[in-house]
């Protein structure tokens, strides 16, 4: 068996995310997804279908941001972490978002772990 660590860093979304009066319009969010992926062998093939594509992790953020507001970035976090999961290969996934212009002097997030 072979494992990767496969990383989404610095992923800027504007989205409705939170409860307060002045996060009715959307926000910028900064997500940042890490997944341990399982393969069956070592890789012998240098080609994208011998491993997980990121771009539907990318995209499935992206979707989310786009469909539907969120009131709590854990609820968010779980999406994310659901979508990722999504792919059995996928044995880990660690997601962190980030309001990153809440307040003027400091940005909030979450991040959690899921596992199989």
């Not at 307060?20 to 959307?26: G, K, L, M, N, R």
């Not at 539907?56 to 539907?68: C, W």
């Not at 400091?106 to 899921?114: K, L, M």
Request: proline share 5%; glycine share 6%.
């Amino acid at each position: 068996m072979a494992e990767f660590t496969t990383i989404l860093d610095g992923l800027e979304v504007m989205m409705r995310l939170g409860i307060h009066p002045h996060e009715v319009a959307p926000q910028r969010v900064v997500v940042a997804v890490e997944m341990t992926v399982a393969y069956p062998a070592p890789l012998g093939e240098d080609a994208i279908e011998e491993v997980l594509d990121y771009d539907f992790v990318r995209e499935g953020i992206l979707a989310l941001a786009a469909d539907r507001p969120f009131a709590l970035q854990e609820t968010l976090c779980e999406a994310i972490a659901a979508l990722c999961l999504g792919d059995a290969r996928v044995r880990r996934v660690k997601v962190r978002t980030v309001k990153a212009d809440v307040y003027p002097d400091a940005r909030v997030g979450c991040e959690i772990v899921r596992e199989r």
